[in-house]
């Protein structure tokens, strides 16, 4: 059974940065791809950035050139880095994990608070 498991998320003031991790566990094979989401309150969960099946990356427009998604496959992680964030960038993130036949799994989340 895949677990993931989020990290890192906390208080910041608007134009600091975070980096949230994820940890994986129970992950089998090579076909399947990850990615960060958020949600905010009273909104729909939305994608930040993924990993893309052909080895690339997206992101969400409001992520572009503020946000990073990387990963450490020996340490089984995933990371986002948040830079320059914005009172809108205050959600609960979600680490999500996508096989190709079909199978999601997401973390429990990790709150982030951006306010001054």
């Known amino acids: 059974q895949v677990q993931l498991v989020e990290s890192g998320g906390g208080l910041v003031q608007p134009g600091e940065s975070l980096r949230l991790s994820c940890a994986s566990f129970g992950i089998l094979g090579s076909g399947y791809v990850m990615g960060w989401y958020r949600q905010a309150p009273g909104k729909q969960r939305e994608l930040v950035a993924t990993f893309t099946r052909g080895g690339g990356t997206n992101y969400a427009d409001s992520a572009k050139g503020r946000f990073t998604i990387s990963r450490d496959n020996a340490k089984n992680m995933v990371y986002l880095q948040m830079n320059s964030l914005r009172p809108e960038d205050a959600a609960v993130y979600y680490c999500?994990?996508?096989?190709?036949?079909?199978?999601?799994?997401w973390g429990q989340g990790t709150l982030v608070t951006v306010s001054s």
């Open positions: 999500n994990l996508v096989y190709f036949v079909g199978k999601v799994y």
